[in-house]
């Protein structure tokens, strides 16, 4: 990847990169970006993105779950170093990764990291259903990227935190319904950190909560209860991000506004509403959508098929 944005070469980076300078957001959430010791792929996003216009003088991007090594068989195949007994699925530690581009500044002492915690340290959670050996669930973290809690500093002193994740696709296991059982309890994170059951306190507001779910509340396998909850959390709200391009390429027989998509997969999964913004209550939110263009040419279509979903707040 990181050959490839030096390079200057590569159509979908190039889409990427064409994608995020025409929307110009203050904050960035990057899914799927790997992650490497130096930061060098992210320094070269960025130095792209200014040759664009796009400055990002902020980051936040510690290391990510995906591809860190157990050290254990995690999948109870008897074969150790798998891309799948790793704290989370990845090839190499750093694998789909996330990474956070911001002009506002970010208070690095006040953020947080989840990723270190524990998946059977969830209160309610429901790994004991999972048929994890002993050994494993021992060592298994919830996130499979990542739960971030970032503090970007406000004028006259003031926060806005950022509850930030990516989470496992609720597919690829067995009747146990690992990834199942993993990707709803990692969106019942939040609902358990906001309500104060977790060691670290919740932040005040304002905060926005934002990330991919790797879920869609009507369509597409998967647990829904801890999404639902977090739609109808009467201290977030949802502005349902829409646009026409996904309209009009809405499944047959789906279930969901087909408007609301935000990634498109080959049948037969379809076209699914699978990233999430959740501003605070007390946030006003001006406006938001799905930039998923009708042409099949558009840059947006090349760079990736999950598309950029955007909110416009003003902070109380």
């Known amino acids: ?13 190039a889409a990427v990169v064409q994608v995020i300078a025409e929307a110009a957001p203050d904050v960035l959430l990057l899914t799927g970006f790997d992650w490497d010791y130096d930061g060098r792929a992210l320094a070269a996003l960025r130095a792209r993105l200014a040759e664009a216009g796009q400055d990002y003088p902020h980051s936040f991007a510690p290391q990510p779950n995906t591809g860190v090594p157990t050290g254990r068989d995690m999948d109870g195949n008897g074969r150790l170093g798998e891309p799948r007994d790793a704290q989370g699925y990845g090839r190499f530690t750093g694998a789909d990764g996330m990474a956070l581009l911001s002009r506002v500044p970010i208070f690095a002492e006040e953020s947080r990291d989840f ?4 998946w059977r340290d969830l209160p309610e959670g429901l790994i004991a259903g999972a048929e994890l050996a002993p050994e494993a669930a021992a060592v298994q973290r919830l996130s499979t990227t990542a739960h971030w809690d970032v ?16 989470a496992t696709p609720p597919v690829y296991d067995g009747p146990e319904d690992r990834n199942g059982r993993r990707n709803r309890d990692e969106a019942a994170f939040w609902l358990r950190y906001l309500d104060g059951r977790l060691p670290e306190a919740p932040p005040p507001p304002p905060y926005v909560l934002l990330g991919d779910a790797n879920l869609d509340p009507a369509d597409g396998e998967g647990r829904r209860d801890a999404l639902d909850d977090l739609l109808r959390d009467p201290r977030l709200q949802d502005p349902r991000p829409a646009s026409p391009g996904a309209r009009a390429a809405a499944d047959p027989g789906q279930r969901g506004d087909p408007a609301l998509d935000t990634a498109d997969y080959d049948p037969p999964t379809g076209n699914l509403r699978v990233e999430y913004i959740l501003p605070s209550a007390d946030l006003r939110v001006d406006g938001a959508g799905v930039i998923w ?8 279509i090349t760079a990736s098929r999950h598309r950029l979903i955007w909110v416009d707040i003003t902070l109380p």
Not at 293 to 300: H, I, K, R, T, V
């Open 293 to 300: 263009p009708e042409d099949p040419a558009a840059a947006a």
């Open 1 to 13: 990847m990181l050959r490839d944005i030096e390079g200057g070469k590569d159509a979908q980076i």
């Open 115 to 118: 990723s270190g915690f524990l």
């Open 151 to 166: 503090a970007l500093r406000l004028p006259g002193n003031r926060r806005l935190h950022l509850l930030a994740w990516s």
